[in-house]
Protein backbone atom coordinates (compact mmCIF):
# COMPACT_ATOMS: atom_id res chain seq x y z
CA UNK A 1 0.00 0.00 0.00
CA UNK A 2 2.70 2.23 0.66
CA UNK A 3 4.48 1.67 -2.53
CA UNK A 4 0.90 2.80 -4.41
CA UNK A 5 0.98 5.86 -2.78
CA UNK A 6 3.90 6.71 -4.02
CA UNK A 7 3.48 5.80 -7.43
CA UNK A 8 2.10 9.06 -9.73
CA UNK A 9 -1.53 8.19 -10.88
CA UNK A 10 -1.80 7.21 -14.02
CA UNK A 11 -2.57 9.33 -16.91
CA UNK A 12 -6.14 8.66 -19.30
CA UNK A 13 -3.90 7.01 -21.86
CA UNK A 14 -1.81 5.06 -19.47
CA UNK A 15 -5.32 3.48 -18.16
CA UNK A 16 -6.53 2.88 -21.95
CA UNK A 17 -3.35 1.34 -22.62
CA UNK A 18 -4.21 -1.00 -19.74
CA UNK A 19 -7.49 -1.47 -21.10
CA UNK A 20 -6.34 -3.00 -24.15
CA UNK A 21 -3.70 -4.95 -22.84
CA UNK A 22 -6.12 -6.34 -20.55
CA UNK A 23 -8.81 -7.00 -23.76
CA UNK A 24 -5.53 -8.84 -25.34
CA UNK A 25 -5.12 -10.83 -22.45
CA UNK A 26 -8.71 -11.43 -21.97
CA UNK A 27 -9.37 -12.71 -25.75
CA UNK A 28 -6.02 -14.81 -25.68
CA UNK A 29 -6.82 -15.98 -22.52
CA UNK A 30 -10.26 -17.04 -24.06
CA UNK A 31 -12.18 -15.47 -20.81
CA UNK A 32 -15.77 -14.12 -22.31
CA UNK A 33 -16.87 -12.90 -18.98
CA UNK A 34 -13.74 -10.66 -18.68
CA UNK A 35 -14.35 -9.27 -22.71
CA UNK A 36 -17.93 -8.39 -22.14
CA UNK A 37 -17.23 -5.98 -18.62
CA UNK A 38 -15.44 -3.80 -21.28
CA UNK A 39 -18.65 -2.91 -23.04
CA UNK A 40 -20.40 -0.61 -21.48
CA UNK A 41 -24.57 -1.32 -20.97
CA UNK A 42 -25.18 1.35 -23.25
CA UNK A 43 -23.02 0.38 -26.12
CA UNK A 44 -24.48 1.25 -29.68
CA UNK A 45 -23.07 1.44 -32.52
CA UNK A 46 -24.08 2.90 -36.56
CA UNK A 47 -24.79 -0.62 -37.55
CA UNK A 48 -27.56 -0.68 -34.91
CA UNK A 49 -25.91 -3.24 -32.34
CA UNK A 50 -26.74 -3.48 -28.90
CA UNK A 51 -24.44 -3.91 -25.89
CA UNK A 52 -26.18 -7.29 -25.85
CA UNK A 53 -25.59 -8.02 -29.83
CA UNK A 54 -22.01 -7.17 -28.94
CA UNK A 55 -21.52 -9.44 -25.95
CA UNK A 56 -23.22 -12.46 -27.78
CA UNK A 57 -20.96 -11.76 -30.98
CA UNK A 58 -17.82 -11.78 -28.80
CA UNK A 59 -18.55 -15.42 -26.90
CA UNK A 60 -19.17 -16.53 -30.07
CA UNK A 61 -16.02 -15.31 -31.66
CA UNK A 62 -14.42 -17.13 -28.88
CA UNK A 63 -16.46 -20.32 -29.28
CA UNK A 64 -15.96 -20.49 -32.65
CA UNK A 65 -12.12 -20.00 -32.32
CA UNK A 66 -9.99 -22.98 -30.25
CA UNK A 67 -6.96 -21.09 -30.11
CA UNK A 68 -6.67 -16.99 -30.32
CA UNK A 69 -3.02 -15.28 -30.46
CA UNK A 70 -3.16 -11.17 -30.95
CA UNK A 71 -0.66 -8.51 -31.17
CA UNK A 72 -2.22 -5.31 -30.59
CA UNK A 73 -0.72 -1.56 -31.37
CA UNK A 74 -2.67 1.16 -29.69
CA UNK A 75 -2.47 3.87 -32.89
CA UNK A 76 -3.61 7.28 -31.28
CA UNK A 77 -5.75 7.96 -28.82
CA UNK A 78 -8.15 11.20 -28.60
CA UNK A 79 -9.24 12.57 -25.51
CA UNK A 80 -12.73 14.30 -25.48
CA UNK A 81 -12.57 15.70 -21.96
CA UNK A 82 -12.27 13.59 -19.35
CA UNK A 83 -14.92 11.26 -19.81
CA UNK A 84 -14.75 10.46 -23.51
CA UNK A 85 -11.89 9.07 -25.94
CA UNK A 86 -11.57 7.49 -29.27
CA UNK A 87 -8.95 5.26 -29.61
CA UNK A 88 -7.60 3.36 -33.07
CA UNK A 89 -6.05 0.00 -32.50
CA UNK A 90 -4.25 -2.18 -35.10
CA UNK A 91 -4.76 -6.07 -34.23
CA UNK A 92 -2.72 -9.47 -35.62
CA UNK A 93 -5.29 -12.25 -35.02
CA UNK A 94 -3.96 -15.70 -35.47
CA UNK A 95 -6.16 -18.49 -34.47
CA UNK A 96 -7.71 -21.62 -34.94
CA UNK A 97 -11.39 -22.56 -36.05
CA UNK A 98 -12.84 -25.07 -33.61
CA UNK A 99 -14.50 -27.19 -36.54
CA UNK A 100 -10.77 -27.69 -37.56
CA UNK A 101 -8.71 -31.37 -36.65
CA UNK A 102 -5.20 -30.29 -38.14
CA UNK A 103 -3.04 -27.56 -35.77
CA UNK A 104 -1.67 -26.19 -38.68
CA UNK A 105 -4.56 -25.30 -40.09
CA UNK A 106 -4.18 -21.32 -39.06
CA UNK A 107 -6.07 -18.14 -40.15
CA UNK A 108 -4.30 -14.70 -39.71
CA UNK A 109 -6.05 -11.45 -40.70
CA UNK A 110 -4.89 -7.60 -39.51
CA UNK A 111 -7.69 -5.69 -38.07
CA UNK A 112 -8.46 -1.93 -37.35
CA UNK A 113 -10.49 -1.22 -34.44
CA UNK A 114 -12.23 2.41 -33.79
CA UNK A 115 -13.06 2.90 -30.63
CA UNK A 116 -15.46 5.67 -28.64
CA UNK A 117 -14.70 4.81 -24.60
CA UNK A 118 -16.45 6.70 -21.56
CA UNK A 119 -14.86 6.35 -18.16
CA UNK A 120 -17.60 4.74 -15.84
CA UNK A 121 -17.04 4.48 -12.34
CA UNK A 122 -13.62 4.94 -12.70
CA UNK A 123 -13.19 2.66 -15.33
CA UNK A 124 -13.52 2.52 -19.31
CA UNK A 125 -15.82 1.19 -21.12
CA UNK A 126 -16.59 0.39 -24.71
CA UNK A 127 -19.63 2.78 -26.00
CA UNK A 128 -19.17 2.63 -29.64
CA UNK A 129 -16.81 0.22 -32.14
CA UNK A 130 -16.30 0.15 -35.50
CA UNK A 131 -14.00 -2.31 -37.36
CA UNK A 132 -12.46 -2.94 -40.80
CA UNK A 133 -10.00 -5.81 -41.89
CA UNK A 134 -6.42 -4.43 -42.83
Known sequence: MLAA?????STPEDEI?????????SAEARDASALKDLVAD???DPD?????????????WLVAHQTVRLISRVDSIELE??????VAVTVGMLGRDAASD??????????????????EGGSWRVIRAGWQQD
Open 5 to 9: GCRPS
Open 42 to 44: DYE
Open 17 to 25: HALVATAEE
Open 81 to 86: GTELAR
Open 102 to 119: SAWDLAGDVWRFDLMLAR
Open 48 to 60: GRSAADIRSYLHG
